[in-house]
Every structure is written in structure tokens, then in C-alpha cells.
């Protein structure tokens, strides 16, 4: 009996660590104030795009998008445009607290850069966004062609990223 009783122990004891790994592996949390509506990304046979959506903050306090990662991407930024040509948003994109902000062509937007593969429309892609209280939203994004906007993305990097490797074919500037 002695033995049988310390064999089941054995294995409820590796139940409970396996169950703990997993929730230890969790890189997100669901109970951030933040939602994303509607969220997409713009379809690409380039090494960058960008991440929109409407996002609401529920909470009393005000949160900013601070960060993002993705593992179609090697590097993610926080932009916002302005006068045409875009640029990391410094402090991120605050979204009031009780009120909305929207990422959007020609405005803010979560810039993925170093895509690893095309981005096919129709496709889905999770990108993992950080904010400014340390919470972690899983945005799960569809991916939709959209002709415009091109004019406004390319000029920006191509003078931001001119010592990256993952910049255009050179023919800016
Ligand atoms: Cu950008």
C-alpha cells in the first residue's frame, strides 16, 4: 500500500507542475480594460506592414499601447504620421481612459517590420500588444489588402530605416 499510495502522489504531484508550466507559459493577460475591434493588418508581399484597429479602454485610468510583438515579425514599432511621413510615437498611443483611439492609415498604427513571409489577405496573425500597465492583449488580426495608403508608408522608412537591412530595394532617397 505504501507503494501504490507514494505512485499516485507521483503522479498528482505532476499533474499540478504540468498545470502550473502552462499557466507559466501564458504570455497574455484577460483582465486588461483594453479591447481591440475589428483589428487587421494590411496584406504584404513586402517586409512591412502595419496593424490597425479601433481600441477601447474600459478602465478608469488612461493606458498607452507601448509595445507589440509577433512572430511574423522581427521588428515591431509604434508610429504615428505626421505630415505625411511616419515615425516611432513617442510614449505610444495613449487610449483615454472610458474612451476609444483608432489605429488607421495615415494615423497611428503598429508597424511590423522584418516579416519573415508574405502576409496573404484572408490569413489571420496574432501579434501580442504591451501596454503602458504592464498587461498583455492577444490581438488576433485579419489580414485585408488595401491598395491605398502605400504612398504614405514608404517615404518614412525608407528614410527611418536606410541603415536596416530590411528596407526597400534602395531606389528611395
Ligand atoms: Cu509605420
Known amino acids: 500500500m505504501p507503494t501504490s499510495q507514494k505512485r499516485i502522489t507521483t503522479v498528482i504531484?505532476?499533474?499540478?507542475?504540468?498545470?502550473?508550466?502552462?499557466?507559466?507559459?501564458?504570455?497574455?493577460t484577460d483582465d486588461s480594460a483594453v479591447t481591440f475591434s475589428d483589428p487587421w493588418i494590411k496584406?504584404?508581399?513586402?517586409q512591412m506592414t502595419a496593424l490597425f484597429a479601433e481600441v477601447s479602454n474600459?478602465?478608469?485610468?488612461?493606458?498607452?499601447i507601448v509595445g507589440a510583438e509577433t512572430e511574423a515579425a522581427s521588428m515591431?514599432?509604434?508610429?504615428?504620421?505626421?505630415?505625411?511621413?511616419?515615425?516611432?510615437?513617442?510614449?505610444?498611443?495613449?487610449?483615454p481612459a472610458g474612451e476609444s483611439a483608432t489605429l488607421m492609415p495615415g494615423g497611428d498604427h503598429i508597424m511590423l517590420m522584418g516579416l519573415s513571409s508574405e502576409l496573404i489577405a484572408g490569413d489571420r496573425l496574432e501579434v501580442i500588444v504591451?501596454?503602458?500597465?504592464?498587461?498583455?492583449v492577444l490581438?488576433?488580426?485579419e489580414i485585408r489588402a488595401f491598395?491605398?495608403?502605400?504612398?504614405?508608408?514608404?517615404?518614412?522608412?525608407?528614410?527611418m530605416d536606410m541603415d536596416m537591412d530590411h528596407s526597400h530595394d534602395g531606389t528611395m532617397d
Open 58 to 64: 474600459a478602465g478608469s485610468e488612461d493606458v498607452s
Open 76 to 95: 515591431v514599432e509604434i508610429h504615428e504620421v505626421v505630415d505625411g511621413v511616419m515615425r516611432e510615437k513617442s510614449g505610444g498611443v495613449v487610449i
Open 130 to 136: 504591451t501596454l503602458s500597465d504592464g498587461t498583455e
Open 43 to 46: 496584406a504584404t508581399d513586402t
Open 147 to 159: 491598395a491605398a495608403g502605400d504612398e504614405e508608408y514608404d517615404p518614412g522608412h525608407g528614410d
Open 139 to 141: 490581438v488576433d488580426a
Open 13 to 28: 504531484a505532476g499533474v499540478i507542475a504540468l498545470s502550473a508550466a502552462l499557466v507559466g507559459c501564458a504570455t497574455t
